[in-house]
């Protein structure tokens, strides 16, 4: 029999496999907290366990871990990991310190099959999409290597790959990363970045998840979103937007709208009017990402003062617009400068 990997499994899927071996259903929750709260990696570890326990266990199961390749760290104090996964495909995560928190930003999938023209990871297409294992890994990997007393208190899902084309693995780690018994991430701080994939934002809305939505919007009108980014011929802003609106989102949450500023492109003051009016009705904030670039990109990056003016007629509509500092740019750690390899 193939051996389980215990950190690929659910809460009740711990319980069903302890029972399935004969022992109580209260062991899965233990094994639950073993492998995700403690983060063990050796079911030796185990001691509430009895050793014939463990020793049932260690033939039919095993916990997997990611071996960290390299680990790099920017100037602005953002670090970034490159990880191999069992197959030798290889993912980036990164770590992102401010004053009050230790965002991690973690990926879904090797590469993506999306394809926005102005994104590294999409350059290569997809490779293969990240088991809930290797996704949840990430997180407790870079958990393990902190100082002692620091803790990881934000998950952004804004790595390599689009979470919705990997619905199923994606929410499986969600669930376990906000677990109690786990890592106990609560859903508030936790953010799923999407391109606009219209089906899996409906089923995330009625799922009873609670976590943070942001959408990928990054452009005023259909013909210049499908130029950049070829999802909007199938689910165009209309479709994406009527969405959006129909998100159920709690008292005081509102969903985050990201806006990549291409210069010539999409960033010119009749554009942000149109976003004004698109957003519309729409209890959100807006993220001004100014372009990272990468080598071969074929895309510039604003002046300042182009991305403040676009700001400023956002603002004057009253919405919270927010300009992300490209943290980690010299390392290529930034939004859209993640890839496989080097
Ligand atoms: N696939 C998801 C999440 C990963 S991309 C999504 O597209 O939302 C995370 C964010 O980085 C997205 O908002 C995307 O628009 C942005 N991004 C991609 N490439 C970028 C680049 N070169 N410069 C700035 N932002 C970029
Ligand atoms: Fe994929 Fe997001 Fe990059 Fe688009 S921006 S190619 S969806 S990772």
Redesign the pocket.
């Known amino acids: 029999m193939k051996q389980v990997d215990l950190r690929n499994l659910s809460i009740k899927e711990l319980e069903d496999f302890a029972l399935a071996l004969g022992l109580q259903r209260y062991r899965g929750r233990q094994l639950f907290h073993w492998v995700y709260g403690k983060s063990v990696d050796s079911l030796d570890m185990m001691t509430d366990l009895s050793r014939e326990s463990r020793e049932l266990l260690s033939e039919k199961a095993y916990i997997s871990k990611l071996c960290e390749v390299r680990r790099q760290c920017s100037s602005d104090g953002t670090e970034k990991f490159l990880f191999e996964l069992e197959d030798g495909h290889r993912v980036e995560s990164v770590l992102i310190p401010e004053e009050d928190r230790l965002t991690l930003c973690i990926s879904t999938?090797v590469?993506?099959?999306?394809?926005?023209a102005?994104?590294?990871?999409?350059?290569g297409g997809l490779a293969r999409n990240l088991k809930t294992s290797e996704i949840v890994n990430q997180a407790l990997s870079v958990q393990k290597g902190l100082p002692a007393g620091k803790n990881l208190t934000n998950i952004v899902i804004?790595?390599?790959?689009?979470p919705l084309s990997n619905y199923n693995n994606v929410v499986k780690a969600i669930e376990i990363l906000n677990n109690p018994l786990g890592p106990a991430i609560g859903a508030r701080r936790i953010t799923l970045?999407?391109?606009g994939l219209v089906p899996g934002i409906k089923k995330l809305g009625e799922g009873n998840l609670n976590i943070n939505l942001a959408i990928?919007l990054?452009a005023s009108t259909d013909e210049q979103r499908n130029l950049i980014?070829p999802?909007n011929k199938k689910y165009p802003l209309k479709n994406l937007l009527e969405a959006c609106r129909e998100f159920p989102l709690r008292k005081g949450r509102m969903l985050s709208f990201e806006y990549?500023l291409l210069d010539g492109v999409n960033n010119s003051p009749e554009d942000a009017g149109r976003v004004a009016k698109l957003l519309k009705g729409i209890r959100c904030k807006i993220n001004l990402i100014p372009f990272n670039e990468f080598p071969g990109a074929q895309y510039k990056r604003p002046s300042e003062e182009s991305v403040l003016r676009f700001q400023e007629i956002l603002t004057g509509h009253n919405y919270s617009v927010f300009i992300r500092k490209s943290r980690g740019a010299d390392i290529l750690a930034a939004?859209?400068q993640?890839r496989e390899e080097e």
């Open positions: 999938q590469g993506c099959g999306m394809g926005c102005f994104c590294l990871t999409g350059k804004m790595g390599m790959g689009e970045s999407t391109a990928s990054n980014m999802i990549v939004c859209g993640l």
